[in-house]
């Protein structure tokens, strides 16, 4: 981890000289496979980890359909173990991406993001091991269990906990929310959107080594988050002319693609606050709302906070892996049989979890966020 963000001496050039962010992303564009290749190698650079893809050790079965011989069809679940990536979450990838590709004049004054809490990390660990940019400040909302600030604070970001109207805005807008005035320092800081197009091409790399590793894999399950990485790996391995459909998991408690694909727009959905505190919100982003409709995304497959828990014991009881509730929510929806059958591979997004929320889930319990 130490030495993310600080390239071999034989780097001899920038593979993304020609992609340069502007200092507030005013648009989102799917990624394409010669970006995402290109990302791939920088984050080798940069000591971003290419995570295990594991098989899990108990098949199960889709009930509800049968095969040819009149029999129940196997769901064969593999995990991509992305909460053993650095900071234990997938968003170091994009964060790396970033980073690595913006002008370094535009970091000089700090950076400052939206987040619920693996997005600032990664910018955070990313800012202790830049010299380029002096600190980083996060924008958590107020619906946020105190367990991500309280990590967040320990590893050297700035937090500021917004209501959560606020914070919506910064996402929604891509910009700070009106609670800071003009004259407010923060202004000046370099704003980095989770949804930006340098996050999603650095994001997707994942599909590429899932195909890599499982070139006949039939279905991916991820979370839904803002929509850049759902969206990205369906538009990647469209261009790689997979067969595998993607499928982004929601939690019961909020489920913005889910209304949005049922509405035909980014409508409002009912959304409270949960464990699964990773996912989730008032609605699709409107800027991702095309995006997400051409990449290819098959469908939001939604489970409950129960269901959740139970992938969560499932994963630690059988193979000691450690998850938090967004990402032991891929494994929830397989498990229900909604992704359908043959080879799914979970994407287990990150493995930060509270945890009294991991004790609570071991004893069967939904946890309860402290706020």
Partial sequence: MEAMLQPAADMSSDPFAAFKPPQ???????????QVQKAQATLK?????RTRLIRLNRPAYL????????GPQEIDIYLKLEN????????????????????PQLLKN????????????A???????????PHCTVLLPDQMDIYRGQLLESMGARVHKLPFHEWWYALEQRRLPPMFPDTDPLHSAHFIHPASSACSIGDSTIALEIVEELPDVDAIVVPFCTGGFSAGVSHILKQMNSKAKVFAAE??????????LGAGNPSRCNHAPSFVDQIGGENVLPFMWKPIQTSGLQDSLVVSQQEIVSAIQLMVNDLGVVAEGAGATPLAAALSGKAGAGKICCVVTGGNI???FLTQAMHGQVPVPRF
């Fill in 251 to 260: 939690v019961s408690s909020s489920t913005p693609l889910h209304t949005a």
């Fill in 63 to 70: 009930m509800n359909n049968v095969d040819d011989c009149g």
């Fill in 123 to 133: 910018l955070t660990t990313i800012m202790k091991n830049h010299d380029e940019i």
């Fill in 24 to 34: 507030q992303d005013a648009s989102f564009n799917l990624p394409d496979l010669q």
């Fill in 110 to 121: 700090g950076i400052v993001t939206p987040s619920v809490g693996s997005f600032g990390q």
């Fill in 84 to 103: 053993e990536q650095v900071c234990n979450t997938f968003k170091t990838r994009g964060a790396v991406n970033y980073v690595a590709s913006v002008d």
């Fill in 45 to 49: 650079e940069y000591d971003v980890r």
């Fill in 354 to 356: 509270d945890p009294e």
